[in-house]
């Protein structure tokens, strides 16, 4: 199973921005999700995740209360809702798929995460 990262793009401080993630085949079940990302010359970074098995949610300080994570059950997709972006937060980022069991002091290493997509770069700038 491959995952599909898109939405990323140029915004400006302060603009909004939504990236997706989908899997190739088959569905995010009772998976943990997330998002990391990664600045230049930087370690990749936790920035959000959802445990669907227990339904609660995790968001990084320095996002928190302005990026939501979601998923579309539907649309088998998942997203990240980035508002009131800061020059701070251009990254590369990437989409995530963990075991259910996922416990969440392991939610903040990436080698906890078992599939990945191939990254969106987001560029905020004036």
């Known amino acids: 199973v491959q995952l599909q990262a898109s939405g990323g793009g140029l915004v400006q401080p302060g603009d909004s921005l939504r990236v997706s993630c989908a899997p190739s085949?088959?569905?995010?079940?009772?998976?943990?999700v997330g998002w990391f990302r990664q600045a230049p010359g930087k370690e990749r970074e936790f920035v959000a995740a959802?445990?669907?098995?227990?339904?609660?949610?995790f968001y990084s300080g320095s996002v928190k209360g302005r990026f939501t994570i979601s998923t579309d059950v539907a649309k088998n997709t998942m997203y990240l809702q980035m508002n009131s972006l800061k020059p701070e937060d251009t990254a590369v980022y990437y989409c995530?798929?963990?075991?259910?069991?996922?416990?969440?002091?392991?939610?903040?290493?990436?080698?906890?995460?078992?599939?990945w997509g191939q990254g969106t770069l987001v560029t905020v700038s004036s």
């Open positions: 995530a798929v963990g075991p259910s069991s996922l416990i969440v002091s392991s939610l903040y290493i990436p080698e906890s995460w078992h599939t």
């Open positions: 085949e088959g569905d995010f079940g009772r998976s943990a």
């Open positions: 959802t445990r669907r098995s227990r339904g609660d949610t």
